[in-house]
């Protein structure tokens, strides 16, 4: 493979500096355990690919399942004892016993697809937008159990009260001078965190975005500082093991790429860098990264092979000094981010996707800003992720991700790519195979593919019963 593909780190669009963008891995500590079992969006495929915890109702309407066939074999055979039944035995066992296993078939495909990994971003720099009780609706039909604001709007806050959904919320750019005194980050926590705690489970704040590496070249200074401020407002408060504090980065952080067990940080960005990865390492919080393979293609189609972006079968690319074969974009950049932490001395901090995602639509120069392309790389990501493999370099640590976005965003600045990267229209229509169809954000339309279609199987199985029994 040529050096050209990853050779330093790949340019990242600078706008995506001024707005959040982009896990479960920012859960407060007592839900490590949580962590490492919970799967989460799914994109592509013909199965159902749902966000969420692993529900077991499913499993035990298996279960049920398979024991009621058992029943209902013994049942029918005793029919064969009344001649005047035994006509009409064979055909109600043959008609009970087809559905039952249908239904075993699909009750099985609700279980494995409550088993990824995987986060959704939920942006709103649109003016077409459903307002935030409705995409809570939306959400609980796809069973999306983590989200990523990048505010803490109230609204969205409020209309997600008493559900399942983890929520990260964000710190935005602009306050980051003001967050350096530790009595404003208290009052920004007391305000904006601290009165949905009881019915809203945040579990993060992101402290600004793709800070270092940026176009203001004023605002590192302020990073770590109110990384500091707002962790010891949670400590006053005590909320410090219920929330996480955390910074994502773009990859404009990194100096080399490639090889990945060559990566490195800037040397200019590295005065910020250390007192940031000694903080994390104190607080046990992850280093956020986020991740776009797309630029690498778009920025160089001629030498960056598209198959190896987008997950698809490839010969790969070999790191000289370790032999590890990297068969796509995505794992050797998040190597290399491991390198560099390492490189500085701090090798138990954990690395995770913040944001990750691929555009459906371009301008002419941004190659393969394609619909088809968006859905191969959902779709393949997703697939990785229900293997919770490692990286190459890391195989041991599964790769926690969250995928950008939910929505496409009409109002977001920049070329076309970067209005066309939701996985929804706002009307709820998918931008290409999902696997799961939303058909309204009414409430009285909602659906879900967990309990309440186990709470079907039952109730299915009962009729069956009753028409056996009638028979």
């Known amino acids: 493979m040529k050096s050209p593909l990853v050779s330093r780190a790949t340019p990242q669009l600078s706008l995506r500096s001024t707005i959040f963008t982009g896990p479960k891995f920012c859960q407060g500590k007592k839900r490590e355990s949580e962590r490492l079992g919970e799967k989460g969006v799914g994109v592509g495929g013909t199965s159902p690919i749902i966000l969420s915890k692993p529900d077991t109702f499913p499993g035990n309407a298996a279960h049920f399942i398979i024991h009621f066939i058992s029943t209902t074999i013994a049942i029918c055979n005793k029919l064969t004892q009344n001649p005047l039944l035994h006509s009409l035995k064979t055909h109600t066992m043959s008609t009970i016993i087809s559905t039952l296993i249908l239904l075993l078939i699909l009750t099985g495909s609700f279980v494995a697809t409550n088993a990824l990994g995987v986060g959704i971003n939920y942006g709103q720099i649109a003016n077409n937008l459903p307002p935030p009780s409705h995409v809570s609706t939306m959400l609980k039909s796809l069973n999306i159990s983590r989200v990523k604001l990048y505010d803490a709007d109230p609204k969205v806050l409020g209309s997600f009260a008493n559900s399942n959904v983890e929520f990260i919320i964000g710190l935005g750019n602009e306050y980051l001078p003001r967050m350096q005194d530790p009595q ?74 490639f090889p990945p067990s060559q990566g490195a940080f800037r040397e200019d960005l590295v005065q910020f860098l250390q007192p940031i990865l000694a903080f994390h390492a104190q607080t046990n919080s992850p280093f956020l990264i986020n991740v776009y393979p797309y630029f690498a293609y778009k920025n160089d189609p001629n030498n960056v092979p598209l198959e190896y972006v987008l997950f698809e079968p490839n010969s790969g690319a070999i790191d000289p000094n370790t032999n590890l074969n990297y068969d796509n974009m995505l794992y050797a950049q998040i190597d290399a981010v491991y390198s560099a932490i390492r490189a500085l001395n701090y090798g138990g901090i954990r690395v995770q996707i913040s944001e990750t995602g691929w555009p459906s639509k371009g301008d002419e120069n941004e190659f393969g800003a394609t619909v088809e392309n968006a859905g191969i790389y959902h779709k393949n990501l997703i697939q990785r992720m229900q293997k919770r493999e490692g990286t190459p370099a890391n195989p041991s640590q599964p790769i926690d991700i969250y995928v950008f976005a939910l929505f496409n965003e009409n109002m977001k600045p920049g070329p076309t790519s970067e209005r066309n990267y939701g996985l929804y229209y706002p009307n709820g229509t998918p931008v290409y195979n999902l696997g799961v169809q939303v058909q ?32």
């Open 184 to 257: 404003e980050a208290q009052i920004w926590i007391q305000q904006k965190v601290q009165p949905y705690l009881s019915q809203t489970k945040i579990t993060c704040i992101t402290v600004g975005n793709e800070i270092l590496g940026g176009q203001d070249s004023q605002l590192p200074q302020y990073l770590y500082p109110a990384m500091k401020a707002m962790y010891e407002a949670l400590v006053n408060l005590g909320l410090h093991k219920q929330v996480y504090i955390t910074t994502a980065h773009s990859l404009q952080i990194l100096a080399t790429s």
């Open 440 to 471: 309204s954000y009414l409430p009285r339309m909602q659906f879900s593919a967990s309990r309440k279609n186990g709470l079907c199987v039952y109730n299915l199985l009962f009729l069956l019963i009753g028409l056996l029994m009638i028979a």
